[in-house]
């Protein structure tokens, strides 16, 4: 793969003094973050949000904890202002806070109103996401495949955009998925994850799972395109009740193995103190693996409860005693999980074949190993598309040509016509997000679109991309 065209860009990273988080990026400093979740909007926001909040008081004087998350319409799209959230847990705990910022549902207007008001309370570090489907997405129906939401999903580059233009001091983030399981969607994340980085964005937070081959290969791929950029590593711990669940596809983007899902329901099966204990081991060693790899810090979330947060600090504060070493860290690891699998198939794609051994941490070009795989090549259909869109507008074409073949190919978005060429001329009601600027990360293991039927609607772009060896268009920036 070619270097990344977004050095030139990485250089320009700035970093804003006042920023207690940025600072400690910047000084290399390993931070430990918690996210807390923006409530639902049935009750008013302080009695809503009354453990939380309680929570963040605790926090005031724990100084093991450097910043606290909050999220945004997570759960539906009926959530409290997540700018009032994070002012509050801000103020409560007396820590900076990072707001996410979901597209879900959200036109500009949301956007602009809530980079606003973030701005004017003082939230300094913002982490736009696309977002997952929205609890009012309308259901697909047998006449309409693809039905839009009517306010539709706001693309985290284009908000990441409206940001670097408008709050040039905001430490804005970028969110990838690296759980991914197949090429093409594994691809996907990091093509849209360097487009989010060239087009402005100064820090990575990743989805939160398990499987730490994965978490290398990110680390590895960032090495290998010279990518020097903070990234926070999030970390879950799950209630038993969501322990139960995994096995129905709860996790949605992240998928679990049968076999880890197991571990996970034996650890629950005894008591929820004992399911907790069990998970804080595990999270005390993804997160010291996490520093032995590199990252910037780790943001966990699922604390919903004092006795959670005293646990989860606890991890925290006493970090497995034996591992000192990356190598030390990976017999730790594999010890503690006897070999459980964590991809969810067995040929599962990992980008690199060598990953999690011992003596080989970073990425190196003479000792880390490709694996072998190919991009499946595009149908003949979008070959065919691609080809007379392509050359709809050349001026030899008579106009009633033209419109016979611009109806024959785009009978639903003929405005897409002209400036299509950047999602290679296929017609974006595939994604039933209308995503035109790269994949969200919530598909299944196989590739399919998060809301059935299809393959990802990206899947056919990175093919015709990767036919035309013209990739590196999907990493470029939005300026
Ligand atoms: S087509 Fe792809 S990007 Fe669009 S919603 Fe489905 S999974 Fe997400």
């Known amino acids: 793969m070619k270097k990344s065209t977004l050095n030139s860009h990485q250089l320009k990273i700035r970093f804003d003094d006042d920023n207690p988080l940025a600072m400690r990026m910047r000084n290399g400093e390993f931070s430990f973050l918690l996210e807390f979740d923006t409530p639902p909007l049935d009750r008013d926001l302080e009695k809503a949000a009354a453990m939380p909040i309680f929570l963040a008081k605790r926090l005031e004087n724990v100084s093991s904890i450097n910043a606290l998350a909050v999220t945004d319409r997570l759960h539906t799209e009926d959530s409290h202002d997540p700018s009032a959230m994070a002012e509050i847990m801000g103020a409560k705990s ?14 500009d207007n949301r956007v602009r109103e809530l980079t606003a008001r973030a701005n004017s309370e003082g939230i300094q570090t913002i982490l736009p996401i696309t977002g997952d489907r929205s609890d009012r997405h309308p259901e697909n129906s047998a006449l309409l495949h693809n039905p839009a939401h009517p306010e539709g999903y706001h693309d985290s580059v284009e908000t990441i955009d409206h940001l670097r233009r408008h709050y040039p001091k905001t430490l804005t983030g970028a969110g990838v998925n690296p759980f991914k399981y197949n090429l093409s969607d594994q691809y996907l994340q990091y093509c849209k994850m360097l487009r989010k980085l060239a087009t402005g964005a100064a820090f990575i937070t990743t989805h939160a799972g398990w499987d730490m081959k994965k978490l290398q290969e990110l680390k590895w791929f960032l090495q290998m395109r010279e990518v020097e950029v903070p990234v926070i590593v999030r970390l879950p711990i799950l209630s038993r009740q969501r322990i139960q669940q995994l096995h129905l596809g709860f996790h949605p983007g992240v998928p679990v193995s049968r076999a880890f899902c197991a571990v996970l329901q034996r650890e629950a099966e005894l008591s929820e103190t004992q399911s907790m204990n069990a998970q804080m081991t595990r999270l005390s060693l993804q997160a010291a693996g996490c520093r032995l790899l590199g990252y910037s810090g780790v943001q966990i979330t699922g604390i919903r409860d004092e006795q959670t947060l005293d646990l989860a600090l606890k991890a925290i504060n006493n970090p497995p005693p034996h591992v000192k070493t990356y190598q030390d860290w990976v017999e730790a690891w594999e010890a503690h999980h006897s070999g459980t699998q964590f991809a969810p198939a067995n040929n599962a794609y990992y980008m690199f074949s060598n990953l999690m051994q011992p003596e080989l941490l970073d990425y190196s070009p003479e000792n880390s190993r490709f694996t072998e795989a190919g991009f499946p090549p595009p149908s003949r259909r979008d070959l065919l598309r691609r080809l007379a869109m392509k050359n709809l507008h050349r001026e030899w074409i008579p106009k009633y040509l033209r ?8 009978r639903q978005c003929q405005s897409h016509r002209a400036d299509s060429s950047a999602w290679f001329h296929l017609c974006p009601k ?9 994949a969200c990360g919530s598909s299944f293991p196989d590739g399919t679109c998060e809301f059935g039927r299809d393959k990802c609607f990206h899947h056919r772009v990175l093919a015709l991309a990767a036919r035309e060896k013209m990739i590196q268009q999907l990493e470029e920036p939005v300026i």
């Open 94 to 107: 007396g820590k900076p806070t990072v707001m996410n910022l979901s597209g879900k549902g959200s036109s």
């Open 430 to 438: 595939a994604c039933p997000k209308r995503l035109t600027l790269g």
């Open 403 to 410: 419109n016979i073949i611009g109806l024959r190919f785009c």
